[in-house]
């Protein structure tokens, strides 16, 4: 059942508050009223309401002042405000309104725009405060309405859970600022291979930390699989330097703070296939098959993934069959920030603020470059040959392992 959005109305307006009360209230919302503008947040955060809607009347320095102390206060700063103001006062408080407002309607609103704008504020808001800050990729709550809206619907599908190997280590070693570089990677490997191999309804989710999900069809999660595993493992040496990528592994303190050699990071895959009604009906029972899929992986090396497969007599998880790549990827491809970087034709700070808007707008990385002004066309389209030379010499594939030792070719 859906939770009932509460809405907090201020207005010292008796007839606009009774308006907006009478519809929102027969929209199905649950409505508080305060008459005046208030000089402490407590009452509000008591209610915690969804939306707030504010009558600036005029926009009076009170009205907004509660505007900025709502935004100022971690508890209330994420609840969308939305102010009613007077057209002809508009003009000259539009630079006030940047402080603590979220949207604004002309008064008095249409009812209809009224609830439109609410009900967007609504779902921006629970988008925002449950996406990851880092990636931008919805997490939590959001996570967890996609699972219950499939399985309400009753339908098959595959449930993919994505962790980066030896991920600590690296952020250990290099810091957390490459470390947030290789969870971004990490995002659009993800977001690429979905959007490539996958279908228009999945759905992709960043758990935390170095942890995502994913949502495909079952006649699809092999090659989404392959695809991220052979993406990731050719992109992901090149977040160490030239040394450490060059000899494959890194020395790190382990849990004894002892120092120790570390792989390079990897990439493991646990996938759930969810066929009917009778195999999974909540998360609760994804997440259990997720965990003995995983207990598999967490010993064998590189980069692999494994789907849930049970016996259909006693229900429990058959042997292994995980998937690994087979072959080592060509030493000798390097992604086009790479070449320009060691022909010096960009900047470590260039190739940063440009990766950084290429996985966030998901536009291709030439393009960026030439946008920000960090290239010149002849150049980049030199870089991109060298590129396709060294890349038709990279070869790789992936194939099962049905045994229970991890086959390293």
């Given at each position: 059942?859906?939770?009932?959005?509460?809405?907090?109305?201020?207005?010292?307006?008796?007839?606009?508050?009774?308006?907006?009360?009478?519809?929102?209230?027969?929209?199905?919302?649950?409505?508080?009223?305060?008459?005046?503008?208030?000089?402490?947040?407590?009452?509000?955060?008591?209610?915690?309401?969804?939306?707030?809607?504010?009558?600036?009347?005029?926009?009076?320095?009170?009205?907004?002042?509660?505007?900025?102390?709502?935004?100022?206060?971690?508890?209330?700063?994420?609840?969308?405000?939305?102010?009613?103001?007077?057209?002809?006062?508009?003009r000259t408080q539009l630079l006030n309104l940047k402080q603590g407002v979220?949207?604004?309607?002309?008064?008095?609103?249409?009812?209809?725009?009224?609830r439109v704008r609410v009900e967007m504020a609504a779902r921006r808001s629970q988008y925002s405060f449950y996406a990851s800050p880092l990636t931008g990729l919805p997490g939590g709550r959001i996570i967890e309405e996609a699972?219950?809206?499939?399985?309400?619907?009753?339908?098959?599908?595959?449930?993919?859970?994505?962790?980066?190997?030896?991920?600590?280590?690296?952020n250990d070693v290099y810091g957390y600022h490459k470390g947030d570089r290789a969870i971004m990677q990490t995002a659009y490997v993800l977001y690429t291979s979905i959007k490539?191999?996958?279908?228009?309804?999945?759905?992709?989710?960043?758990?935390?930390?170095?942890?995502?999900?994913?949502?495909?069809?079952?006649?699809?999660?092999?090659?989404?699989?392959?695809?991220?595993?052979?993406s990731f493992d050719r992109i992901i040496p090149f977040h160490y330097n030239k040394e450490d990528r060059k000899q494959g592994f890194i020395y790190a303190k382990d849990r004894t703070h002892k120092m120790t050699k570390v792989n390079l990071m990897s990439v493991s895959l646990a996938v759930v296939n969810r066929q009917s009604h009778s195999d999974m009906n909540n998360m609760v029972q994804i997440n259990e098959r997720l965990v003995e899929i995983k207990k598999y992986l967490k010993d064998l090396s590189g980069s692999k993934f494994m789907e849930d497969r049970r016996s259909s007599k006693t229900g429990e998880l058959l042997g292994p069959q995980v998937y690994k790549r087979t072959e080592v990827l060509s030493l000798t491809y390097k992604p086009l920030g790479q070449i320009l970087l060691e022909k010096k034709q960009i900047t470590p700070e260039q190739l940063d603020e440009a990766l950084n808007i290429h996985w966030r707008r998901g536009v291709v990385f030439g393009e960026i470059l030439k946008e920000l002004g960090f290239v010149k066309e002849e150049d980049l389209?030199?870089?991109?040959?060298?590129?396709?030379?060294?890349?038709?010499?990279?070869?790789?594939?992936?194939?099962?392992?049905?045994?229970n030792k991890a086959m390293v070719e």
């Open positions: 059942m859906d939770k009932i959005k509460k809405i907090l109305i201020i207005s010292s307006d008796k007839s606009l508050r009774d308006v907006l009360t009478f519809c929102l209230d027969g929209w199905g919302y649950e409505v508080f009223v305060h008459e005046s503008p208030l000089h402490d947040i407590t009452p509000i955060k008591k209610i915690s309401p969804d939306v707030i809607v504010v009558d600036v009347h005029s926009a009076s320095k009170a009205h907004l002042e509660i505007c900025r102390m709502l935004k100022d206060d971690f508890v209330t700063a994420f609840i969308p405000v939305i102010t009613l103001i007077n057209k002809r006062q508009l979220d949207d604004y309607l002309i008064k008095p609103p249409d009812p209809l725009d009224l699972v219950i809206e499939r399985l309400k619907k009753d339908i098959s599908f595959s449930f993919g859970y994505l962790d980066i190997d030896s991920f600590k280590y690296f490539k191999f996958g279908g228009s309804e999945d759905f992709i989710g960043h758990i935390g930390g170095d942890d995502f999900m994913f949502i495909t069809s079952t006649d699809k999660f092999k090659e989404v699989c392959h695809n991220i595993i052979l389209r030199e870089a991109l040959r060298e590129q396709s030379v060294d890349g038709a010499r990279t070869e790789a594939k992936i194939i099962p392992l049905t045994n």
